[in-house]
């Protein structure tokens, strides 16, 4: 049952980021007059997609995903080194499939779609599975916050790696 519960908080996480990111977006947009800050790059915007991509996507999934592996998922994962592996990828594979639905809903199901969902799963799922061997529910906050930046700063830059291999 546990196997099926994180697949869906991945799924919850997903969701939540992206209700996050278009808030932020909105903020963005009302505060600074910064418009479309959500999930539509501009290919001549070099400066935006980066902060789409650093501060948006990488900072928000990241400290999501941590909540949720801090305050769930560890109560039931720290009996073996494997146990955390398997959650941590069934975790980002729920995260990845929602992310991965919502690029093919505007674009074709193309092969080129099809083979960009594999970056997408592959960034997920290695966030997850770090964040399941490194955060455990009695971990101090200081190293909490080194593993989240670890992990915002693999995400951010595998971000921009498929960033750069789409321009």
């Not at 996507?57 to 990241?62: Q, S």
């Amino acid at each position: 049952m546990n196997f099926i519960l994180t697949f869906i908080l991945g799924i919850f996480v997903a969701i939540s980021s992206l209700i996050t990111q278009v808030f932020v977006s909105l903020i963005a947009e009302l505060f600074f007059h910064i418009k479309n800050l959500t999930f539509q790059y501009d290919m001549n915007d070099t400066i935006k997609n980066i902060i789409i991509l650093i501060v948006l996507a990488a900072m928000i999934e990241e400290c999501l995903r941590y909540i949720v592996i801090k305050y769930q998922i560890s109560k039931y994962t720290r009996e073996t080194t494997l146990l955390c592996i398997i959650y941590g990828i069934l975790f980002g594979f729920g995260f990845a499939t929602l992310e991965a639905l919502m690029l093919f809903l505007g674009n074709s199901l193309s092969l080129n779609n099809i083979i960009l969902f594999i970056p997408v799963i592959f960034i997920h799922t290695i966030a997850s599975v770090f964040l399941m061997l490194t955060i455990t529910k009695n971990s101090k906050i200081q190293f909490d916050i080194i593993f989240i930046l670890l992990a915002i700063l693999f995400h951010a830059s595998a971000n921009l790696i498929l960033y750069n291999s789409l321009i």
